[in-house]
């Protein structure tokens, strides 16, 4: 039995509660202990034994592992001596359950027995014991999964694995929290490659998604590596004069903003502060200069070089990352007005693969049941053939349905909000962000101007600005009817632009 404890971070004054990072992770803990045993008294013998006794035979890494090791470690030859039979009834219980504990470690292959009671722990014990421990959540996780699957192979997931072995699709078919202390997730994915996989998920796996992957959704799990150019260089690139970067200007330009467009509320000097402390970072590896006057030499092939010079230590922060591609039932994406990854898998042969396959798991039949009544959805519509090979996608089959899909929508609120505009046609348009429409291919942004509106994506910060009014400008042989993922939107908040600057958005 324990208790989590929330202990919200404000003091008395409404201000931040600042506590030091060693009374967080040790003082508390001792301050408690105190109090505890000021309540309770010490422990008895016998309450130590009976711990200990539990943890003889534990498959994880226990306190008595740990109290061998430190003896291990305060010995003169670097071995744990069993020593005689002490007369204390006590003492004698706890060498017994010593040896019990070292004779376990030893059958599973971490420690050595050596003649007159002497011992040797391996190094890899800590280790190999949590993998242990570990291993068999995993195996009671998976187990009710393999068996509705009718799978006989369960994985385990991690960035080594994925970036070795390549990603992982397929079905969401549990989730939950790994480690209550942390927070950590689990998921549990029915692969499509007929494996059920398991994965811990940190921080970051989902922080590029509006909501996260919920049971049902359909799923990639890969290693994501960060890219070696950060979010930093690209701002400094787009405020370079004569290839060079004024830290001074680039204030002046933020100090103009409104505050709440600054990300988490940082101030302007902060802000521009987190930019030079990146530019000294990549002076030192000799990737831009430094000048007298304060400012920095930029080259603008930086991203180029830092993808041939990456930092030192940038494998490390690579990390699981869960993409959603669908959300749902496979049977409601089969019927989705929008290009889907279903398309991409009738393209690639999946279902007659999938129709040779003499046995197939749960999450595989339902991904075969897909593709057959997206197909026959896809032909329903004209957008594809059936041949003798496969299905046969239409040729510029990604612009027809972008462009059904965003008819479609258009269609559905032009009765809340007029008359739609045709931004490929008309390039221009301004007005205020209203809402964010969720269609298929991802979020997009309702723009209203009097009685007419544009459907837009709502990407590369335009959702932020939801209640602000715009101006879109839509860059030379740029579309709306290409992918949600490759078009760019180039936008203005017309409460940050002087009366002079227009950008050359022209009038409304």
Do not use: C
């Amino acid at each position: 039995p324990h208790v989590h404890i929330v202990v919200r971070g404000v003091d008395e004054r409404g201000g931040d509660l600042v506590i030091s990072r060693d009374y967080i992770s040790n003082g508390m803990r001792e301050r408690a202990r105190e109090l505890a045993t000021r309540e309770l008294g010490l422990r008895s013998d016998m309450d130590i034994y009976r711990a200990a006794a539990r943890e003889v035979a534990q498959e994880r890494f226990t306190g008595l592992d740990a109290a061998l090791l430190r003896e291990q470690q305060r010995s003169v030859d670097g071995v744990v001596h069993a020593g005689p039979v002490p007369a204390d009834p006590f003492a004698k219980a706890q060498r017994e359950l010593k040896l019990k504990r070292l004779a376990y470690l030893r059958d599973h292959g971490l420690a050595t027995e050596y003649e007159g009671g002497r011992w040797q722990v391996s190094e890899r014990a800590p280790e190999t014991l949590r993998a242990m421990a570990q291993e068999r959540r995993v195996s009671g996780a998976l187990k009710p999964h393999l068996d509705a699957e009718q799978s006989r192979q369960g994985r385990l997931q991690d960035k080594d694995s994925l970036l070795r072995d390549g990603p992982v699709h397929g079905i969401v078919l549990d989730r939950g929290l790994a480690d209550q202390l942390s927070g950590t997730e689990y998921v549990v994915i029915g692969g499509f490659d007929g494996r059920v996989h398991y994965a811990s998920l940190s921080v970051h796996s989902e922080r590029h998604l509006d909501s996260s992957a919920r049971v049902g959704d359909t799923v990639t799990l890969r290693a994501y590596v960060p890219p070696a150019a950060t979010s930093a260089d690209k701002n400094v690139l787009k405020r370079l004069q004569d290839g060079v970067y004024d830290p001074a200007r680039h204030l002046a330009e933020v100090r103009g903003w409104r505050r709440d467009s600054l990300p988490g509320g940082v101030t302007p000097e902060a802000y521009v502060e987190a930019h030079v402390r990146r530019l000294d970072a990549l002076a030192s590896r000799g990737h831009v200069a430094k000048l007298e006057n304060g400012t920095y030499r930029v080259p603008a092939d930086l991203p180029e070089r830092l993808q041939g010079d990456p930092a030192m230590g940038r494998d490390k922060s690579r990390f699981v990352r869960l993409d959603v591609e669908g959300r749902g039932p496979l049977k409601r994406q089969s019927q989705l007005l929008a290009r889907t990854w279903l398309d991409a898998e009738l393209e690639a042969g999946r279902l007659e693969a999938l129709r040779a396959q003499p046995a197939r798991t749960r999450s595989q039949a339902q991904l075969l049941e897909a593709l057959e009544a997206r197909a026959d959805r896809l032909v329903e519509l004209r957008m594809a053939e059936r041949t003798p090979r496969g299905v046969r996608l239409i040729q510029g089959f990604a612009a027809a349905m972008r462009e059904r899909e965003l008819a479609e929508a258009s269609r559905r609120l032009a009765a809340q909000y007029g008359q739609p505009v045709d931004l490929d046609t008309a390039r221009r348009f301004r007005g205020r962000v209203v809402a964010i429409e969720p269609l298929p291919s991802g979020p997009h942004a309702v723009v209203v101007s009097g009685g007419a509106f544009a459907l837009v994506p709502a990407k590369d910060g335009l959702q932020r600005q939801l209640g602000r009014d715009v101006a879109l400008h839509l860059p030379k042989d740029a579309s709306l009817r290409q992918s949600f993922q490759q078009v760019r939107l180039r936008f203005a908040a017309m409460d940050m632009l002087g009366k002079d600057h227009t950008l050359g958005l022209g009038r409304s």
